[in-house]
């Protein structure tokens, strides 16, 4: 059998016949990791891309991992307040305010 080829995060990936997906296994956690991928085309500011760059540059993964954890990171917040749960943020003198997301 023919070895997948890694992708520069550790993911191996394997092209799915007759899909427009592939899947992604991460190799470390077994075989229990396999995530289908499916390809996406947006259409974003000259702005947001930039950010999205520089944040992806600052954690050093791609733009594509990135936008990923975004996407998390935003599941996130709307499950937290959807349950009726708050999301705070302490300033440097640890002074306390809630996030509203609107």
Do not use: C
């Amino acid at each position: 059998m023919e070895e997948m080829p890694q992708l520069d995060n550790g993911h191996a990936w394997e092209q799915v016949p007759n899909a427009i997906t592939n899947t992604i296994t991460n190799t470390t956690a077994g075989p229990t990791a396999t995530k289908r991928l499916i390809k996406l085309t947006v259409n974003v500011s000259s702005e947001a891309y930039t950010a999205l760059k520089e944040m992806a540059a600052q954690r050093g993964v791609t733009v594509t991992e990135m936008l990923r954890q975004a996407i998390s990171t935003a599941k996130w917040v709307q499950d937290t307040t959807a349950q009726g749960e708050k999301i705070l943020k302490q300033d440097r003198d640890g002074r306390l305010f809630e996030v509203v997301f609107r």
